[in-house]
T-cell receptor, first 114, second 112 residues
Framework: AQSVTQLDSQVPVFEEAPVELRCNYSSSVSVYLFWYVQYPNQGLQLLLKYLSGSTLVKGINGFEAEFNKSQTSFHLRKPSVHISDTAEYFCAVSETDSSYKLIFGSGTRLLVRP | EAQVTQNPRYLITVTGKKLTVTCSQNMNHEYMSWYRQDPGLGLRQIYYSMNVEVTDKGDVPEGYKVSRKEKRNFPLILESPSPNQTSLYFC???????????FGSGTRLTVV
């Protein structure tokens, strides 16, 4: 069965510092990988996705992620964060040969301090 | 504007009183689904629908019903709500084959 692990429930960081949010997954088949962001009192917005091709994926708001198949990881990075990046970030996977169900991690709250 | 619209945004109800949360999308998406979000658990799928009149259970379907009579609408029905259904609910939709889900703004349900 699929599972997604986001080990860090909260990541505090100072403004303009780099950040990495970790995501590891488990699946017996190939997967598609996603990062979503949830701002307070809002729905989920797609940051970036990996479907195939280059393992380095660039998304919106300056975020990028790298798919590492051997380590089953899909970590999210940003070289310099802003106060406005404060939000909850969810990693999700979807099996390539099944329904379109997304399996989500438990989320990481990014707290950017001035 | 392309969007998924959920109503209501907030709802407080009592145990056992039937309720419906509506979901509507204007993007002609075939695939629609419902998720619940609970602290420390992320989002879990309740039900999904691949097209009109085609629905199936997700990971946590107990206590919920859905219907898909029209392509744009996918209501979530709680016939007899219980306190353990207090949660934040999201509706999502996608084109078949696209793999990208558009999410609604959420419905925060409290059952007392």
């Amino acid at each position: 069965a699929q599972s997604v692990t986001q080990l860090d429930s909260q990541v505090p960081v100072f403004e303009e510092a780099p950040v990495e949010l970790r995501c590891n997954y488990s699946s017996s088949v190939s997967v598609y990988l996603f990062w979503y962001v949830q701002y307070p009192n809002q729905g989920l917005q797609l940051l970036l996705k990996y479907l195939s091709g280059s393992t380095l994926v660039k998304g919106i708001n300056g975020f990028e992620a790298e798919f590492n198949k051997s380590q089953t990881s899909f970590h999210l990075r940003k070289p310099s964060v802003h106060i406005s990046d404060t939000a909850e970030y969810f990693c999700a996977v979807s099996e390539t040969d099944s329904s379109y169900k997304l399996i989500f991690g438990s989320g990481t709250r990014l707290l950017v301090r001035p | 504007e392309a969007q998924v619209t959920q109503n209501p945004r907030y709802l407080i109800t009592v145990t056992g009183k039937k309720l419906t949360v509506t979901c509507s999308q204007n993007m002609n998406h075939e695939y629609m689904s419902w998720y619940r979000q609970d602290p420390g658990l992320g989002l879990r799928q309740i039900y999904y629908s691949m097209n009109v009149e085609v629905t199936d259970k997700g990971d946590v379907p107990e206590g919920y019903k859905v219907s898909r009579k029209e392509k744009r609408n996918f209501p979530l029905i709680l016939e007899s709500p219980s306190p353990n259904q207090t949660s934040l609910y999201f509706c999502a939709s996608s084109f078949w084959g696209a793999r990208e889900n558009t999410f609604g703004s959420g419905t925060r349900l409290t059952v007392v």
